[in-house]
């Protein structure tokens, strides 16, 4: 016991000493007096020239070191800049192996960093380069060096030591800026009156943290002043973290904002377990201008697969006004007054690795979303299922312009040059898809929606479906109600190539063309049920090339319907009354001409749809023509025929004589169908002659039976008096026979008789 003693009474007296040593030093040792020796030594070791202008202070209890104006230039330049340090530690917590920070002052730090024209910053010219007479410290043999011991997490817990109890009492760091330049892209970013105030840091307890800053860039010029406040905790062990009470606020304006102010705020509280591999944001919120999320989440797993629980919310905002806070442009719409309510609300949750949203409920405007979806972090596929009730897409597209208003674009167009509008025309096509994209996509979505008003066509009961893998693109399904019919259809691309390939398949089943045409094009020219197969092939990543390798066959039936705003009856009776040598003298025509079973197929052939077989049932009549369709044009021309099979109409000189049935009365259809649907069709005067020689022919052959029915009729009667005469003659022979034998018998009953 007596050496234990001992030992405690060497210990008590060496710390004494230490103590006491330390303290003389204090009391008798000038740092000012070591000045040129420390800046001469920083100059001998580096490029840096260092300036201790203001006095160097140490202190006993407590522990502490202070610096005040101090500078160091680099090449005659301001490189870093310090108005105050002072750094206090407790001397006794120190002998109680417990060290504590007493105070942390940090005045007036100043940095410049800046980057040459050649992309060097000048941080890298610190320390001199070295001469060629310097050698390298000399290489160790690999195999017979012997490794630095290390010691791994886990000796470290078998040791058993005790967590490190580390307090800070006061941290202060303020007006502090760092100045970055960058001279080979005109860059420039300031940090300023940058304060830092931390009291009590003491590991496992809450302490509080306030953080405020202000940055400033050139390109584009954009300013934050910016705020932080929180209560953060560390465990001990530094593998355990928690920050409450979050409030950070950030005022920016500049040049991304269009010159406006614009705040963004955070809040909530996180918690960390690194160990574990858990986090947790509960409470959290965040917003920029009138935009606003919140959230609760828990993630386990910091790898590549994590696990989410949670939820995740965007309450209801205005989009215009969003754009006009950041001072973004104006979305224009038809409808005003949408893009003023949107929302968004699921729970977050799936396997880990997959992010799954489930109950998602999306609301824009007028209409709501309903459904769910997960996408894969691994392998990037995406599965979703969404269904809507209604949209009315035509309340989002651009106002149409007020007659004689011009819009944006054509007065763009008008105010150019004629040789800038000829080297806008001849810029080239881009790519119409992604290809590279397209081959990485993984999808699986379905999609559906009650109500669809898009060009202001009215589709209902949406449904679609659509997949991807390895650059094959396929919507399975597409399908709807239309105007009293419905119609399906399937898509395929194939992007596996350089030289993406389309097939389109549809069916139309009775779709009433006469709303559809007039909501569609306000186009009222033709009315009935329209049947429609579609299959079509094309090849091409452009638009050009798509319409051009076109290929395929569209089959058409349109039931009972009419041609409106013309009237075909009335072009035939004007050519029979041509033949007739007659005047139509019927004056209220109508504006239809009713049909029956229209039918006739479209073969694609590029920007061509030609069509050879257009036949219908008219009253009295027969629809046949051909003719082509120049989509890229939108120009028509087709040869019609009204061939004349009965009474087509009561007006006396529309009679439907021999001579005039059978033949065809011509009618053309040409023009652009996009400009006036109405004014396509009319009689054709030049293809009449042909009608006229055929109502000849017609004529002559009723002549020539005419002739032939006289000559058989007069060689009939000549035959028949012929026949007559040799009758009459047979006769009066074959009385006087009759009488002379009647004689004869006479006598012979009177000779039996006794007579």
């Not at 210990?11 to 000493?17: P, Q």
């Not at 007006?651 to 006036?676: H, L, M, Q």
């Not at 028949?720 to 002379?740: M, Y």
Request: with cysteine; charged share 25%; proline share 3%.
């Amino acid at each position: 016991m007596k050496a234990v003693r001992y030992v405690l009474y060497a210990v008590i007296a060496l710390i004494v000493l230490a103590v006491a040593a330390v303290a003389i030093a204090v009391a008798v040792i000038n740092p000012n007096d070591y000045k040129p020796q420390i800046e001469a030594a920083v100059e001998k070791n580096t490029n840096l020239q260092l300036q201790l202008e203001g006095d160097i202070g140490w202190s006993f209890i407590p522990l502490g070191l202070e610096l005040n104006q101090v500078e160091a230039t680099l090449e005659g330049e301001r490189f870093v800049a310090l108005g105050q340090l002072i750094a206090r530690i407790d001397f006794w917590s120190l002998i109680a192996m417990s060290p504590q920070v007493n105070t942390f002052l940090l005045n007036g730090l100043d940095a410049r960093l800046e980057v040459n024209e050649q992309g060097e910053g000048n941080w890298a010219r610190i320390m001199p380069e070295k001469s060629e007479g310097d050698s390298e410290a000399p290489a160790t043999d690999s195999a017979s060096a012997e490794p630095a011991p290390t010691e791994t997490a886990d000796t470290a817990q078998e040791t058993g030591g005790e967590a490190l109890n580390f307090n800070v009492e006061n941290v202060e760091i303020s007006n502090a800026s760092v100045h970055y330049n960058d001279k080979s892209t005109g860059q420039s970013v300031t940090l300023e009156d940058f304060t830092v105030t931390a009291s009590n840091i003491t590991l496992g307890s809450e302490f509080p943290l306030d953080i405020r800053f202000k940055v400033e860039t050139s390109q584009p010029k954009f300013a934050v002043d910016g705020s932080i406040n929180a209560q953060l905790k560390a465990n001990q062990a530094l593998n355990e973290f928690a920050m409450s009470g979050l409030k950070a606020v950030f005022d920016m304006n500049g040049e991304p904002f269009g010159g406006k102010s614009v705040t963004a705020e955070l809040g909530g509280s996180l918690a960390a377990n690194l160990e574990n591999e858990t986090a947790t944001l509960s409470g959290f919120t965040a917003s920029l201008a009138n935009l606003s999320l919140s959230t609760d989440l828990n993630v386990k797993g910091f790898g590549d697969k994590p696990a989410l629980d949670g939820k995740l919310a965007i309450s209801e905002f205005s989009l215009k006004q969003l754009l006009s806070n950041l001072g973004q442009p104006a979305i224009e719409t038809e409808d005003p007054d949408v893009l003023k309510a949107i929302a968004l609300s699921t729970n977050l949750g799936g396997e880990p690795g997959t992010v799954a949203l489930s109950n998602l409920k999306i609301t824009l405007d007028d209409t709501t979303f309903n459904g769910g979806g997960s996408y894969n972090l691994g392998t990037g596929g995406l599965v979703f299922d969404l269904n809507g009730d209604k949209l009315n897409a035509d309340r989002y597209l651009p106002p149409t312009p007020e007659e004689g208003e011009a819009t944006a674009s054509e007065t763009a167009a008008e105010s150019d040059s004629p040789a800038q509008q000829t080297a806008a025309a001849s810029q080239p096509e881009t790519d119409l898809l992604p290809l590279e994209t397209l081959r990485t996509l993984l999808l699986d979505i379905d999609f559906g929606l009650g109500e669809l008003i898009v060009s202001n066509l009215t589709i209902n009961e949406i449904k679609a479906s659509t997949t991807a893998k390895d650059g094959l693109l396929k919507v399975d399904e597409f399908s709807g109600k239309l105007y009293e019919g419905s119609f399906g259809a399937n898509v395929t691309i194939d992007a596996r190539s350089d030289n993406p390939k389309y097939t389109v398949r549809s069916d139309v089943n009775n779709v009433q063309t006469l709303p559809l045409l007039t909501d569609l094009a306000e186009v009222d020219m033709l009315s009935g049920g329209a049947n429609l197969t579609l299959a079509v092939n094309t090849s091409g990543n452009r638009i050009s090339a798509l319409r051009n390798n076109a290929s395929g066959d569209i089959s058409f039936n349109l039931a009972e319907g009419q041609f409106r705003k013309m009237n075909l009856t009335r072009m035939a009776c004007q050519g029979i009354a041509l033949v007739n040598q007659d005047s139509l003298t019927t004056t209220d025509w109508g504006t239809t001409t009713p049909f029956n079973d229209m039918r006739g197929t479209l073969k694609i052939d590029g920007n061509t749809l030609n069509n050879t077989d257009l036949v219908a049932a008219l009253a009295g009549m027969r629809l046949e023509g051909n003719g082509t369709v120049d989509l890229e044009q939108t120009n028509l021309d087709y040869e019609l025929g009204l061939r004349i099979v009965g009474e087509i109409h009561r007006d006396e000189a529309c009679r439907v004589t021999e001579y005039v049935e059978k033949v065809v009365i011509p009618v053309e259809c040409r023009g652009n169908f996009s400009e006036d649907p109405a004014g396509l069709c009319s009689f054709d005067g030049s293809r009449f002659r042909d009608t006229i020689k055929d109502i000849a022919a017609n004529a002559a052959r009723a002549k020539a039976q005419e002739e032939i029915d006289r000559a058989k009729a007069k060689a009939e009667e000549k035959v028949d008096e012929a026949r007559q005469k040799a009758e009459d003659k047979v006769n009066e022979k074959l009385q006087e026979k009759l009488g002379e034998e009647g004689g004869k018998v006479k006598d012979a009953l009177k000779g039996l008789f006794g007579q």
